[in-house]
């Protein structure tokens, strides 16, 4: 037996560091393409029109998606008004008085599912529960799709952010008298409020993508809607119509809203970031 | 009958008067027994020292003064813990309110992540203080020998104080909302010594308004601020597990110089196991 | 001081009350909320069951064996889009999973220094939550083109193999594959990365004080031991794959037929919910409901399956 490394060994070793390398270069490839791509030719077509001009009919220069990107905010805000206070409330019911029961790891593993269902799935949901119920598809079905999607995510976080609240404080404020309300709304929450503003943050923006639900519940309109019970515009939808048009300026204006969607995601996800890393209290 | 409807007398109170008695308490955490058969007398207005060694319960029983072990799902306490006449486990009896009249100070200083004044206003405020603000405020500091510290930065977090600093703003809020009785469980033990010094005179101040009932681990410190000692031991329980009594619960002077058990004999001269 | 201890004990009992009462309210407020997210799963079948159930009462589970999709005449049965669900997922995952698992490795081992490493994890964070639609666009107008001479060349070198037998067009299984294989990358590499990252460091260096070289302690040692994190980063990925909708109507070109050829137009089931639904109307609504249950029940089944391989991994820790 010699005890020396033998060559087949160590040319095994560098073949498979070779391989490796290979693997990260041919998948780098395609995603950084992906930025790469989005950036250069959403640049390109970058200009203050898109943000207030209509989206233009085919073969017609210029023009713009202000009534998408307002139709995405309107969206964003009903599935968020929806979301926030269910996933909170849920959060400080699983970590205030039902931790480590039964019940929290029957919430946990519900959450869990739900945040892995099809995303179209909760576009078939929001249609029957409100579209067949309004007769309309509409901005608040796209709304209460979206806030489905929400709600997995900024439960976790919350969770987590009232989790991470020491116990010696709660007992602090339970020690001079303070209600279980009363501690939980002026002690707790306060102290768990910035991972719950991230979470919130972040599942916003992971909704801001979401194509699917909309496809079947927001629809498209070529205006500004009305109100929340008229189909409506949004970003995402419009970069998937677009997509599929044979007419370069349209083609170019999907490329643009997709530039914002991933710049809006590149901040959020660097101020979620900092965020986090300066979440010690006080 | 309810706690808040005996209010104490406060013209009456005489230092042998009584405000805590309990008879025969056990507690169990789940099916551990923790703390077995425990009769005893607080008095008012003096300092009370539990001492013994880890694992005797002392901790366990200061928390069933104010009913903080109801946090813990698995606790449950037998026998009488008598405030004022009234009985803390009474079905009646409304835990919040008994935290409001029995005051806490935390082993670890466990200030609210807010600012310096908000952290003493914060209990006068759910209690219903209508009364100034600012002067309860710096009534609570002064008191607890902390105002000339902080009078400058009453708006700063009060996580950014030092240790010994926190530990005293956590008992000015404690006397903020003017309790009867104050508990204190290892107050000094995350503290250096001159915070601990500075802790332990501001007993002696408090003990002219406030019942103070301490837990520790330090026999000098009982020796220094305890009117009252109580000695808790560990004995091993048959089928496993330890659960712990009161040894013997007399003057700090006794308990020291002429203890009338062995084990507590042995556990002030430092021969304890 | 004697205001304080006057005024709590006259306005005491009302406001105790009152705070008591705000107390049981929010409390009953707060387990309300969390029962609902808890249920809302069921909610969300009973809806689709009952929104679908014209379609499962006429088509019955024939609907899965059938592979008509007629509105003219309003026969319905989703066999081709099932299959396209699946063998479009199987594409991604036979391109992602090697490479996702061996950038996963890469990135794990000190083969880079750290100052690149972190910022490389974050890119790929970043690019696990560029939204599906960006990948599609980015399929039709990058991808397409550039991999299209060489379908050609696999087509006229390989076409005597039946799944190559066809001419690539623009649209098609392998397209909408590939897309989808990128697209669920950047999960199995955050997944299976953090499995290796979080193994014990003796694993390790019990592995080389043993004398064994660095390939062999990953390949004999890490993966093993890191093995049902791994498994749980594909089924997640799997989930995904299988429910995703944009990439797929944009790339596989929506024909509703089945093809042994992956150069083929093909469908998937939320392709075709995606493409037909806002147009549909009676029975054809009711349809795609009833193939979106289907879909449904097919995520959940794989996502319960990595719940459970995950959770194990976990306690295994």
Redesign the interface.
């Known amino acids: 037996m010699s005890y020396t490394v033998a060559p087949m060994r160590k040319a095994f070793g560098a073949f498979m560091t070779v391989l490796a390398t290979g693997c990260a270069l041919l998948l780098a490839l395609p995603l950084f393409s992906i930025l790469w791509t989005v950036i250069s030719r959403g640049m390109s077509g970058l200009s203050l029109a898109v943000f207030t001009e209509l989206p233009p009919p085919p073969l017609m220069q210029g023009g713009g998606f202000g009534n998408a990107i307002l139709g995405s905010l309107t969206v964003l805000a009903i599935a968020a008004l929806i979301s926030v206070p269910f996933g909170i409330m849920a959060a400080i019911f699983v970590s205030e008085f039902a931790r480590g029961t039964k019940f929290a790891n029957f919430v946990r593993f519900g959450i869990n599912v739900l945040s892995g269902v099809p995303s179209i799935i909760m576009g078939l949901f929001a249609y029957a529960v409100v579209v067949l119920t309004t007769g309309t598809f509409s901005a608040l079905a796209g709304g209460v799709a979206l806030a489905i999607l929400m709600i997995p995510i900024v439960e976790r976080t919350a969770e987590e952010g009232l989790k991470s609240v ?1 116990m ?12 279980n309300f ?1 501690t939980i709304s ?2 707790v929450l ?2 768990a409020l910035p991972s719950i503003a991230t979470g919130v943050t972040l599942s916003l923006a992971r909704a801001a993508g979401e194509t699917a639900p909309l496809l079947i519940t927001a629809l498209f309109n070529n205006f500004y809607a009305q109100g929340i019970l008229q189909p409506i515009a949004t970003l995402p939808v419009l970069i998937y119509n677009f997509a599929g048009a044979p007419y370069k300026n349209q083609q170019d204006l999907a490329w643009v809203a997709s530039l914002l969607i991933v710049t809006l995601i590149l901040i959020v996800s660097i101020v979620a970031r900092s965020f986090a890393r300066r979440q010690h ?2 | 009958m309810t706690v ?1 409807n005996t ?1 104490p007398n406060p013209s009456s109170a005489a230092t042998s008067e009584v405000v805590i008695s309990t008879e025969k308490v056990n507690i169990f955490y789940g099916a551990f027994h923790a703390v077995r058969d425990v009769y005893m007398d607080i008095a008012r207005n003096q300092v009370t020292a539990f001492i013994g060694p880890s694992g005797c319960g002392k901790s366990t029983l200061l928390r069933c003064f ?1 009913r ?1 072990n109801d ?1 813990i799902p698995s606790a449950r306490v037998d026998g009488r813990i008598m405030f004022e006449g009234t009985d803390l486990y009474n079905k009646q009896t ?1 835990p ?2 008994v ?3 029995i ?2 100070v ?1 082993q ?1 200083p ?5 600012s310096i004044y908000d952290n003493i206003a ?3 405020r ?6 100034n603000m600012d002067e ?1 405020v710096e ?1 609570s500091l002064k008191r607890a020998a902390l105002w000339d510290e902080v009078k400058d930065k009453l708006k700063q ?4 104080l030092s240790g010994g600093q926190q530990q005293r703003l ?1 008992i000015a ?2 006397i ?3 309790p009867e009785v104050i508990l204190m469980d290892e107050p000094c033990s995350a503290l250096d010594p001159i915070s601990t010094l500075r802790v332990e005179d501001l007993m002696h101040e408090l003990k002219q308004q406030f019942t103070i009932i301490i837990v520790t681990h330090n026999m000098q410190q009982a020796s220094r601020v305890a009117d009252m000692t109580a000695f808790f031991n560990a004995e091993a329980a048959e089928g496993g597990g330890r659960f712990g009594y009161l040894v013997e619960y007399d003057r700090t002077q006794n308990i020291f110089n002429a203890p009338q058990q062995k084990s507590t004999q042995d556990y002030v001269s430092g021969r304890f196991g | ?1 004697s ?3 006057n ?3 006259s ?3 009302g ?2 009350a009152i ?2 009462l705000i107390d049981r309210i929010f409390f009953g407020l707060t387990c309300a909320f969390a029962v609902f997210i808890a249920v809302i799963l069921l909610w969300i079948t009973a809806q689709l069951f009952q929104a679908a159930y014209p379609a499962i009462a006429q088509f019955g589970l024939g609907f899965i064996t059938t592979a008509r999709w007629n509105p003219v005449e309003d026969i319905y049965g989703a066999l081709p889009q099932i299959y396209g669900t699946i063998v479009s997922s199987i594409i991604a995952l036979l391109l992602a999973v090697p490479l996702g698992v061996g950038v996963a490795v890469f990135l794990s081992e000190d083969f880079l220094p750290a100052k690149i490493r972190t910022p490389i994890a974050f890119v790929i964070e970043l690019l696990a939550a560029v939204p599906s639609v960006v990948y599609g666009l980015w399929g039709i107008f990058v991808l397409v083109p550039f991999i299209r001479p060489f379908l050609n060349v696999i087509h006229q070198t390989l076409g005597w193999i039946p799944i190559f037998s066809t001419a690539p067009d623009i649209r098609g299984m392998v397209q909408a594959g590939i897309v989808l294989g990128i697209m669920i990358s950047p999960i199995i590499i955050a997944i299976s990365r953090d499995a290796l990252v979080s193994l014990p460091p003796q694993l390790r260096q019990g592995s080389l004080a043993l004398g064994a070289t660095r390939w062999e302690t990953i390949l004999k040692v890490l993966l093993p031991a890191a093995l049902s994190g791994i498994i749980g980063a594909v089924m997640l990925a799997l989930g995904r794959a299988l429910g995703e909708t944009m990439a797929a109507a944009m790339l596989i070109g929506n024909a509703p037929r089945i093809s042994a050829s992956v150069f083929d137009p093909a469908s998937t089931i939320a392709s075709l919910i995606a493409n037909q639904f806002a147009e549909a109307s009676g029975l054809q609504v009711s349809s795609l409901l009833y193939a979106g249950l289907i879909l449904m029940l097919l995520t959940l089944a794989v996502n319960v399956l990595a719940e459970v391989i995950i959770t194990r991994f976990q306690q295994i820790e």
């Open positions: 020491p010696e404080t709660r007992q602090g404020a339970i020690g001079v008298g303070a209600t009363q002026q002690i306060p102290a209290f006080g | 808040s209010q104010n903080l946090l409304d919040v309110e935290r409001r009249r005051g806490m935390f670890k466990n200030p609210f992540p807010k914060f209990g006068a759910i209690n219903g203080f209508k009364g309860l009534r977090s009060g996580l950014s956590c809020r404690a903020a909302i003017q | 001081m205001s304080f201890t005024e709590s004990s306005g005491s009992n406001s105790l705070a008591r």
